[in-house]
């Protein structure tokens, strides 16, 4: 199985602020990475595939890079509204796997 | 509006069988295979396997290879998740999600992602 890592586990930051979060895959996926938002008590909610590709009706704050094993989830001028959790995964094979996920709080 | 209903929570005994289930709607269900993921509490997403209902084509994480079924009736629009005998272990929130692919050509993601049924296993 190809494990995915991400850090930091947690972060805190003001309104307007750039967050960066980082992810790892054990082995080269390519550009084969989502990022999900979860919200407490939803579900997740797919904001990029694809590594850069942002998905329809997210805002252009979210942007995805990277390829290989590492990529990057940044957040720039971070809304009240960005709190929860985001996780990375991988869909270059089975199982797909996600990572422990980054908490976002928002100071 | 494409959707995923899945059916309410349940708490059952150790020992215990359950279904649970997702309906969709808004797109031609028989066409894209259905993700089912469990989430244990303060856990991240574990990816269960997949079923594609025009065929009930199934693949299965080895971590829950015969641990689970799937099952799907495309002419109702509906996925099932099934136990035959339930553990502590499987208490969770479990979702459904479609899995959409698209362009770049073999990429793939999970949207939209059904509300998630609980699934809570106690004596």
């Known amino acids: 199985d190809i494990q995915m890592t991400q850090s930091p586990s947690s972060l805190s930051a003001s309104v307007g602020d750039t967050v960066t979060i980082s992810c790892r895959a054990s082995q080269n996926i390519r550009r084969y990475l989502n990022w999900y938002q979860q919200k407490p008590g939803k579900a997740p909610k797919v904001l990029i595939y694809?590594?850069?590709r942002l998905q329809s009706g997210v805002p252009s704050r979210f942007s995805g890079s990277g390829s290989g094993t590492e990529f990057t989830l940044i957040i720039s001028s971070l809304q009240p509204e960005d709190f929860g959790t985001y996780y990375c995964?991988?869909?270059?094979?089975?199982?797909?796997?996600f990572g422990p996920g980054t908490k976002v709080d928002i100071k | 509006e494409v959707e995923l209903v899945q059916s309410g929570a349940e708490v059952k005994k150790p020992g215990e069988s359950l279904k649970i289930s997702c309906k969709g709607s808004?797109?031609?269900?028989?066409?894209?295979?259905i993700a089912w993921v469990r989430q244990m509490p303060g856990k991240g997403p574990e990816w269960m396997g997949i079923i594609y209902p025009g065929d009930s084509d199934t693949r299965y994480s080895p971590s829950f290879e015969g641990q689970v079924t799937f099952s799907a009736d495309k002419s109702i629009n509906t996925a099932y998740l099934q136990w035959s005998s339930l553990q502590a272990s499987d208490t969770a929130i479990y979702y459904c999600?479609?899995?959409?692919?698209?362009?770049?050509?073999?990429?793939?993601?999970?949207?939209?992602w059904g509300q998630g049924t609980l699934v809570t296993v106690s004596s």
């Open positions: 999600a479609r899995h959409v692919e698209g362009v770049p050509v073999d990429h793939n993601w999970f949207d939209p």
């Open positions: 694809a590594a850069s």
């Open positions: 808004g797109y031609s269900f028989s066409d894209y295979w």
């Open positions: 995964q991988q869909s270059y094979s089975n199982p797909r796997t």
